[in-house]
């Protein structure tokens, strides 16, 4: 079993930066992708950020984000507190919503890693708010 709590969302202007948490307790795995979504209502949950973390043999650690997340958005996972990070800069109105943090054990990361299906434990949300 796996508990992923986050924190961090809350309002911000247009422009703004904010940094997501999620902090994971609970299993652990060599090979583990780790995912940020984000929910608007009427909208199915969309991937705006991922990292693989495994052995370099098997790909170490990589990155994955969206072509309109590129350049303003990075995920991050610190081993040593056992968290995981969005760094969320240049934000816009269009990336208001809740954002969840979600885990896949025993896999990396692939080209599906944006659906939500694929993930096996998810945490509660953090609202975040842009205001123009």
């Known amino acids: 079993q796996v508990r992923l709590v986050e924190s961090g969302g809350g309002s911000v202007q247009a422009g703004g930066s904010l940094r997501l948490s999620c902090a994971v307790s609970?299993?652990?795995?060599?090979?583990?992708?780790w995912a940020w979504f984000r929910q608007t209502p009427g909208k199915e949950r969309e991937g705006v950020a991922s990292?693989?973390?495994?052995?370099?043999?098997?790909?170490?650690?990589?990155?994955y984000y969206p072509d309109s997340m590129k350049g303003r958005f990075t995920i991050s996972r610190n081993n040593a507190d056992d968290t995981l990070y969005l760094e969320m800069d240049n934000l816009k109105p269009e990336d208001a919503g809740v954002y969840y943090c979600?885990?896949?054990?025993?896999?990396?990361?692939?080209?599906?890693?944006?659906?939500?299906?694929?993930?096996?434990?998810w945490g509660q949300g953090t609202q975040v708010t842009v205001s123009s």
């Open positions: 609970g299993e652990a795995y060599s090979r583990t992708c």
């Open positions: 990292i693989s973390v495994g052995p370099a043999y098997a790909g170490g650690i990589t990155e």
């Open positions: 979600a885990t896949n054990l025993r896999r990396m990361c692939d080209v599906d890693w944006t659906d939500p299906s694929k993930y096996e434990y």
